[in-house]
């Protein structure tokens, strides 16, 4: 017997848990996010594909975007392009495409959403990548930090206006209560197929 098994995985020396790119999106980019927001229908959070009230885990505001919408395409391709990008240099996920509505979120005061991953059950499960733009300026709101859990570490995103942040889908993160103020947020979820 030799005493070994050897699966020889290829390894990844790149791996972050969250990565970010400060004002990726420019201040007339984010304008037309939030026109959207304005213009279209909202509802109360739900949580995953559950279609799920769950109170203790989210409060805020949110509407959706289709990933085709020709008026957004200019927007949605740049986000796609970062994804593709951080994908080849830090996850070599198999990546398929943006599947699902994009999300724009609402944080109104004592608005949050508490510790949980993207990744989960049924259509969740094929969530690789979160990408996380924010749409408000810093100085108009407190609280409403988007954290990600890093072993025992909270680890603090950057709130300028346009930045993206990116992670796996199934990190754990949360946005803390806003304080005051309101934060706005856009979310895409990135499809590939089953983890394998
Ligand atoms: O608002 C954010 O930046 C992140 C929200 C979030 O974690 C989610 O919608 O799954
Ligand atoms: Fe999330």
Not at 4 to 13: A, G, I, V, W
Not at 18 to 34: G, N, R
Not at 51 to 65: A, E, H, I, N, Q
Not at 160 to 184: D, E, Y
Request: negative net charge; proline residues 6%; contains cysteine.
């Amino acid at each position: 017997m030799s005493g070994k098994l050897p699966f020889n995985p290829p390894q990844l020396s790149q791996f972050m848990d969250a990565c970010w790119v400060e004002s990726y999106f420019t201040k007339d980019e984010v304008e037309l996010i939030l026109k959207a927001y304005e213009s279209k229908v909202k509802s109360a959070a739900q949580v995953a594909d559950e279609g799920l009230d769950m109170p203790d885990l989210r409060k805020s505001t949110v509407t959706f975007l289709e990933p085709d919408d020709a008026e957004y395409a200019p927007f949605i391709h740049k986000l796609a392009q970062l994804a593709i990008q951080v994908n080849q240099q830090r996850y070599a996920f198999d990546l398929s495409g943006i599947y699902e509505p994009l999300q724009i979120a609402q944080y109104d005061s004592d608005d949050f959403f508490d510790w949980h991953t993207d990744f989960s059950n049924g259509q969740a499960s094929t969530r690789k990548l979160s990408l996380s733009v924010q749409l408000s300026e810093p100085s108009s709101y407190e609280g409403g930090d988007l954290q990600f859990k890093v072993n025992t570490n909270e680890i603090n995103a950057p709130k300028s206006l346009g930045t993206v942040v990116i992670f796996p889908s199934f990190i754990q993160h949360r946005v803390t209560p806003i304080t005051s103020g309101i934060r706005k947020s856009l979310v895409a979820w990135i499809t590939g197929p089953h983890f394998k």
